[in-house]
């Protein structure tokens, strides 16, 4: 009997400080994995965010650094420009990315550098209690949005893939979602091909994962599961939002 | 044939496996563990297919598959 699946080598022993039911954990073993298929552990760098995955660095078994809140893109940049031949991943969530670092992920993508980002979108601010971020959904109730998020008061959710798209340097955008199975082996090559075209120095990459937040949602695990099914990835849909590699 | 092992002194009882089981082998256990939480038990040993759904789902990579 040959043991077929079991915690991949990038990932230390640490258990998760996350939520039951926290889709980042997922996120992480699914980057290991690329990770170790990859054959890159020995060289690759990750950037740790602010938020929910602030300790991703004790998570993986990496180089790992950590980013003030929205910066891992800046910080990434330095660290492959000045080891090209490093793989550099940033592991961001929507307050980071969307919201206080929006200006350092729109510069990255638009010199093309050559990094990976990984990007986590539960459509709230995890850490601090469930506020509104700059993805929450309209008419989605959080602790400052609590008559729901307000078009007119609060803007509309901003889709970063597609933000993005309008780029010229950005070669591959995808949003996967974890929700089942069979969506969690689809996120795997998403992310194991935004690696792979760093490693073949192709460019700037992007995966935003749609992920569930069970406990600032006030929802149990399974709700919030349907919830990203039936609610979430109809505002933000799933798929490829561009691929110059093809 | 096919098993899978879990550990449960870190399993957090979000019930993601149970869910994705397609042979329905997993249930929660009757104790609970240092969490204070009931963990997710192999009960069919039987019928374990070894798909890895459940090591799939799992978020926190407690799960082990055999086959």
Redo the contacts between chains.
């Keep these: 009997m040959k043991k077929i699946f079991s915690r991949p080598e990038s990932l230390t022993n640490a258990p998760f400080s996350y939520c039951p039911g926290c889709g980042h954990g997922i996120a992480h073993r699914l980057v290991a994995e690329s990770i170790d298929e990859l054959g890159i552990r020995e060289r690759t760098i990750g950037v740790a965010p602010v938020g929910c995955a602030v300790f991703a660095y004790n998570y993986f078994n990496l180089d790992m650094t950590e980013a003030p809140h929205g910066r891992p893109p800046a910080a990434a940049t330095g660290i492959k420009r000045t080891n090209p031949d490093k793989i550099v991943f940033a592991y961001q969530g929507d307050g980071d990315i969307a919201a206080i670092g929006m200006s350092e992920i729109v510069h990255a993508a638009n010199r093309g550098e050559n990094i990976t980002v990984i990007f986590i979108n539960n459509a709230n601010y995890g850490m601090t209690g469930g506020q509104m971020a700059p993805t929450t959904l309209l008419g989605q109730v959080t602790q400052t949005t609590p008559f729901g998020r307000d078009p007119k008061r609060e803007g509309y959710p901003i889709k970063v893939c597609e933000l993005l798209s309008s780029l010229e340097a950005p070669v591959y955008l995808e949003r996967v979602a974890i929700y089942d199975p069979k969506q969690v082996l689809n996120a795997k090559r998403a992310i194991k091909k935004a690696f792979a075209n760093q490693v073949e120095n192709k460019g700037f990459s992007l995966v935003e994962i749609i992920s569930n937040c069970p406990v600032d949602w006030g929802m149990t695990v399974m709700d919030s599961i349907k919830w990203v099914k039936d609610v979430f990835i109809k505002t933000f849909p799933l798929g490829i939002i561009k691929d110059k590699t093809r | 044939m ?2 899978i092992e879990i550990d449960e002194k ?1 399993c ?5 496996c149970i ?2 089981c397609p042979k329905k082998c997993i249930a929660f256990s009757k104790e609970v563990n240092k969490l204070g ?1 009931p963990w997710a038990e192999f009960v069919k040993p039987q019928d374990c297919i ?1 798909c ?2 459940c ?7 407690c ?5």
């Design positions: 096919p098993k870190t957090k009882s979000c019930g993601l869910e994705a939480l070894g890895g759904f090591y799939q789902m799992c978020p926190d990579v799960i082990e598959v055999y086959k």
